[in-house]
C-alpha cells in the first residue's frame, strides 16, 4: 500500500524574503519552472519560498545538487522540519 500524506521533512529553500510579495514572485517564477513550490512563514514573520520537500535528506540533496546547476537556483539550501 502507499504511504498516505508521508511526512516532508526536508525543504529546499529557494528565497527568504521579508515581504510577502517577494515571496510570491519567486514562488510564481518557480512554478512556472515547474517546481512545486509554496511559500513558509517563519516565526519572525519571514517568508520563505520551497522549491520542493521531500521525505528524506537523501532525496533533497539529490534535488538540491540538480537545483543548483539552474540559473538563480545557485543559493537553495536545505531547511530540515
Not at 13 to 35: E, T, V
Request: aromatic share 8%.
Amino acid at each position: 500500500y502507499p504511504v498516505q500524506n508521508e511526512l516532508m521533512n526536508f525543504h529546499i529553500i529557494a528565497g527568504s524574503f521579508k515581504h510577502l510579495k517577494n515571496a510570491s514572485d519567486k514562488q510564481d517564477n518557480l512554478k512556472a519552472r515547474g517546481y512545486q513550490a509554496e511559500v513558509m512563514i517563519t516565526k519572525n514573520r519571514m517568508y520563505r519560498v520551497s522549491a520542493g520537500s521531500y521525505a528524506t535528506e537523501g532525496e533533497a540533496e539529490r534535488a538540491l545538487s540538480v537545483m543548483k546547476s539552474e540559473a538563480g537556483l545557485e543559493s537553495c539550501w536545505i531547511l530540515p522540519n
